[in-house]
């Protein structure tokens, strides 16, 4: 059974500093994994998606990578600024899972000003 | 207007009543899911569909019942609400005729059971 992890559940950063998100994963037979991003009281909107036999995907100021044979993906933001405060989540798809997520609990962005 | 519309946004109710949540999709994709996000157990899959005539249990479907009613509309409810089914619930929905198969969210149902 995939199980997926965040590390850490919570980060506060000053604005301006550049910060990594971690996001490990037990199985690495994965088709794809994506970083969200959630609002408080929101939905959760999509900011990255790395097919398996990607290393990484940009856009704008995030850059996310996959390892997969190690299990692990990172989502680098540079520059934060406050408007980044939110949850950010991971989710894989697993094969043979068909089409279902498995989610990370998330972390929790705090930039200060 | 979103692409993915949930109805209610909130609701309170009383243990033992029957309760159903309702979403809609402008996407044209062809699969929906419901999932619940209770803090720090992230979000769980409760029963998804990938057409009209497809419907899947999913870890937690225990409790609850879905009806795809069309392929813009899959409705959950839960037939005598409990109050551990207080929790935040999307709806969602992917292609599966695209290869990047990306997820998209409701603004989510936040239900309360007292």
């Known amino acids: 059974k995939q199980e997926v992890t965040q590390i850490p559940a919570a980060l506060s950063v000053p604005e301006g500093e550049n910060l990594v998100l971690n996001c490990s994963f037990t199985?690495?037979?994965?088709?794809?994994l994506q970083w969200f991003r959630q609002d408080p009281g929101k939905g959760l909107t999509s900011l990255l998606l790395?097919?398996?036999?990607?290393r990484e995907q940009t856009s704008g100021r995030l850059n996310a990578s996959l390892d997969k044979s190690s299990g692990r993906s990172t989502l680098y933001i540079a520059a934060s600024q406050p408007g980044d405060s939110a949850t950010y989540l991971c989710?894989?798809?697993?094969?043979?899972?068909?089409?279902?997520?498995?989610f990370g609990t998330g972390t929790r962005l705090q930039v200060t000003l | 207007d979103a692409d993915v519309t949930q109805t209610p946004r909130n609701r309170i109710t009383k243990t033992g009543k029957r309760i159903m949540l309702e979403c809609s999709q402008t996407?044209?994709?062809?699969?929906m899911y419901w999932y619940r996000q209770d803090p720090g157990l992230g979000l769980r899959l409760i029963y998804y569909?990938?057409?009209?005539?497809?419907?899947n249990k999913g870890e937690i479907s225990d409790g609850y019942s879905v009806s795809r009613q069309a392929q813009a509309k899959f409705s959950l409810s839960l037939e005598s609400a409990i109050p551990n089914q207080t929790a935040l619930y999307f709806c969602?929905?992917?292609?599966?005729?695209?290869?990047?198969?990306?997820?998209?969210f409701g603004e989510g149902s936040w239900l309360t059971v007292v």
């Open positions: 996407k044209g994709h062809d699969r």
């Open positions: 569909s990938f057409d009209v005539k497809d419907i």
């Open positions: 790395i097919q398996s036999s990607q």
């Open positions: 969602a929905t992917s292609d599966s005729g695209t290869e990047r198969n990306t997820i998209y």
């Open positions: 199985d690495s037979a994965i088709y794809n």
């Open positions: 989710a894989v798809l697993t094969f043979g899972t068909a089409s279902k997520l498995t």
